[in-house]
């Protein structure tokens, strides 16, 4: 079982930056695929970034060149810097562990909120 936190979530103007942190317990760290989605309110929950257990990354359309997905194994972390806020980034970001060689076994985060606005 993994157990996830998120923190680093709040309110921040359009053009702004913000780093969320996910932090990771219980299990072996480095052999799942970690990722950040996130849900607006009205909308389905999307991708927003993912990291494999080599560090190959993949992000969605809309944040890339803005949102940086990274991981540090001997801190059982990943983070998400994010820069050039805009409104529509406003959403609960939520941490995903998946293990890669078993997609069924799968763990989420509380979520943690992000708002952009002036």
């Known amino acids: 079982q993994v157990q996830l936190v998120e923190s680093g979530g709040g309110l921040v103007q359009p053009g702004g930056s913000l780093r969320l942190s996910c932090a990771a317990s219980?299990?072996?760290?480095?052999?799942?695929?970690m990722a950040w989605y996130r849900q607006a309110p009205g909308k389905q929950r999307e991708l927003v970034a993912a990291i494999t257990t080599g560090g190959s990354t993949n992000y969605a359309d809309s944040v890339k060149g803005r949102f940086t997905i990274s991981r540090d194994n001997a801190k059982n972390t990943v983070y998400l810097q994010m820069i050039s806020l805009k409104a529509e980034d406003t959403a609960v970001y939520y941490c995903?562990?998946?293990?890669?060689?078993?997609?069924?076994?799968?763990?989420w985060g509380q979520g943690t909120q992000v708002t952009v606005s002036s």
């Open positions: 995903n562990a998946v293990l890669p060689t078993n997609i069924a076994i799968m763990w």
């Open positions: 219980g299990s072996i760290f480095r052999i799942y695929t």
